[in-house]
Structure formats: C-alpha cells, structure tokens
C-alpha cells in the first residue's frame, strides 16, 4: 500500500509535466495508462496458472473496470491537465470518506460521530482547496473543473470499492486486473484511434518518454499489483490511512519542480483533510 500511494503521488506532477509538454492530450494519457497496462497484464498472465472465469463474472469485472479504471483514470488524468498537481493529490484523500458515505447509502454502515466530523472536516477541505485553486502558479486553464473530475476520480473508485469489495477476493489479482483492463480498453479504443494516430510520437523528450514510461509501468501496472494486494490483506480504514503518502509525495515534488506555491488556505485545506480521513480511518466499523 505504501508502494502504490507513492506511485499515485508522483503520478500528478510527472502526468501535468507530459501534458503541459503539447505533445499527448488527457485522452492520450488516459490510453496509454489503460492499453498499456491491459497489454502487461496479458503477457503476465501467460506466466502463471490461467483461471477459467464464467460469462457473469465477466461482465461484473467489466463494470469493475469502467468505475474502478476508466472513469476513475479517465477523470482523473482530464483533471489533472487542467488543475495542479498538488491539489489533484490533496483531493485523492477524500476517497476513503466516499467510500464511507457509500457504506453507509448502500450498505447499512452506520456513521458514527467521529466519521461523521471526519467527513465535515474534509469536505471543507476539499471545498476550500476548489475555492483557492487559482493560487497556484501553474494551475491550469480552469482549476476549478479539473478540481471537480478529480473529485469525480475519486467517488467512482470508492464506488468500485463499495461495490465489488468482496468480488475481488474471488480471482487472483492478476485474472482480475486483465479483464478490468481489457473491457476499460475496449470501450476507450473506438473514441481515441484518432487522437493516437495524429499524436507526434517523434516530438516527445527524452524526460517526458520517461514520464510516460513511469506513468504506465510503475504508477498503473505495478501500482495495481500493490494495491490490490494490499486489499485483500489488510483492513479497509487501514487501506484508506496510506492515502496520506500521496499529497505528501505529490506536492513535495511539485514544490522542488516549481509547479505549486504554498499558501496559508492549501495548508489548511491540507490540515482539514488528513484530520477528516484519519477520524474515518481510527471510527469502529459495523461488527459482521
């Protein structure tokens, strides 16, 4: 889990350094993280014992992959190229919180006092951090939607999390990352053929080839590999406290590279959110 969160918190500034480059679109970067993973899971597959997985539970792991990866990457890479990164990060830490709310909606999960003052906590956060995006020194063409599609991200992964959270323990993690991959690729492919064919591969930099390098194997496939491990070991408030690593990570980066710039309100914005997950993260959980 710890492996994963760091990848996802360098994930931010090395996606708005591709994109800010010209070269690949949101889309682009969406379908490269996507059919580039989906392809490593494939070869990967070939090397260990195959799993015979019935029609029904393919279509179930086909809607796993539309919440769990194309809309949540989909949202999240677009949100990314309009907002910062830094505050694309902060924002991912609000995904235990829906997780939460969800649980409670759709699963009869009671709110105790602490999760709810941990879900007014980072909900003004979060609100504040949308309301001062314009701070930052490269915050996009319009922070405020891209704050909102990382918002989007993360609801439609705790969407995912809610509802396939017994699911997944049923195949192995590289079964299910293969069809998750494949069927969010499938539906992907037909709207992107053109922006791929028309995109100047030759033009890329040297960093900015790297970047993409880092984004596909090391911030999807492997990452993946760590979190869904991490998933079936560890407890879910557990799961959710690591979320901490990522704008840490995240903003540190962007401050060394120069993409943020500190501000009182993103400090509290900051403070409000990682004491609104951690109230979620230490409240009792319903007694199965």
Same mark, same amino acid.
């Given at each position: 889990?710890?492996?994963?969160?760091?990848?996802?918190? &360098?994930?931010? #500034?090395?996606?708005?350094?591709?994109?800010?480059?010209?070269?690949?679109?949101?889309?682009?970067?969406?379908?490269?993280? /996507?059919?580039?993973?989906?392809?490593?899971?494939?070869?990967?597959?070939?090397?260990?014992? !195959?799993?015979?997985?019935?029609?029904?539970?393919?279509?179930?792991?086909?809607?796993?992959?539309?919440?769990?990866?194309?809309?949540?990457?989909?949202?999240?890479?677009?949100?990314?190229?309009?907002?910062?990164?830094?505050?694309?990060?902060?924002?991912?830490?609000?995904?235990?919180?829906?997780?939460?709310?969800?649980?409670?909606?759709?699963?009869?999960?009671?709110?105790? $006092?602490?999760?709810?003052?941990?879900?007014?906590?980072?909900?003004?956060?979060?609100?504040?951090?949308?309301? !001062?995006?314009?701070?930052?020194?490269?915050?996009?063409?319009? #922070?405020?939607?891209?704050?909102?599609?990382?918002?989007?991200?993360?609801?439609?992964?705790?969407?995912?999390?809610?509802?396939?959270?017994?699911?997944?323990?049923?195949?192995?993690?590289?079964? &299910?990352?293969?069809?998750?991959?494949?069927?969010?690729?499938?539906? /992907?492919?037909?709207?992107?053929?053109? #922006?791929? !064919?028309?995109?100047?591969?030759?033009?890329?930099?040297?960093?900015?080839?790297?970047?993409?390098?880092?984004?596909?194997?090391?911030?999807?496939?492997?990452?993946?590999?760590?979190?869904?491990?991490?998933?079936?070991?560890?407890?879910?408030?557990?799961?959710? $406290?690591?979320?901490?690593?990522? #704008?840490?990570?995240?903003?540190?980066?962007?401050?060394?590279?120069?993409?943020?710039?500190? !501000?009182?309100?993103?400090?509290?914005?900051?403070?409000?959110?990682?004491?609104?997950?951690?109230?979620?993260?230490?409240?009792?959980?319903?007694?199965?």
């Amino acid at each position: 889990m710890l492996a994963a969160n760091t990848m996802w918190g &360098l994930m931010a #500034p090395a996606v708005k350094y591709v994109i800010a480059g010209g070269v690949i679109s949101s889309l682009v970067m969406t379908d490269l993280r /996507i059919i580039g993973a989906a392809v490593l899971f494939w070869i990967t597959s070939l090397f260990l014992p !195959s799993e015979k997985v019935p029609l029904k539970d393919k279509a179930l792991m086909a809607g796993a992959g539309m919440l769990g990866i194309l809309f949540n990457q989909g949202c999240y890479v677009f949100g990314v190229g309009l907002t910062s990164p830094g505050d694309a990060s902060i924002i991912t830490t609000t995904m235990p919180m829906w997780v939460m709310i969800l649980a409670w909606l759709l699963l009869g999960e009671p709110i105790t $006092m602490k999760k709810a003052g941990g879900i007014a906590l980072g909900a003004c956060g979060a609100l504040i951090l949308v309301l !001062s995006a314009t701070q930052s020194k490269v915050s996009g063409n319009d #922070p405020i939607v891209g704050d909102i599609l990382v918002l989007c991200a993360q609801m439609s992964y705790a969407l995912y999390l809610t509802f396939y959270r017994n699911f997944i323990k049923k195949y192995s993690l590289v079964t &299910l990352m293969k069809w998750m991959f494949t069927s969010a690729a499938i539906v /992907i492919i037909p709207f992107s053929i053109n #922006p791929l !064919s028309h995109t100047q591969w030759s033009l890329l930099t040297g960093a900015e080839t790297a970047s993409v390098c880092f984004v596909v194997f090391f911030s999807t496939y492997i990452a993946y590999i760590c979190i869904m491990t991490g998933q079936k070991q560890l407890r879910p408030t557990l799961v959710g $406290m690591y979320n901490y690593f990522q #704008p840490i990570v995240a903003t540190g980066v962007a401050f060394y590279l120069g993409l943020e710039t500190f !501000s009182l309100w993103k400090a509290l914005a900051v403070a409000l959110i990682f004491t609104g997950v951690y109230l979620v993260a230490i409240s009792k959980a319903k007694t199965s």
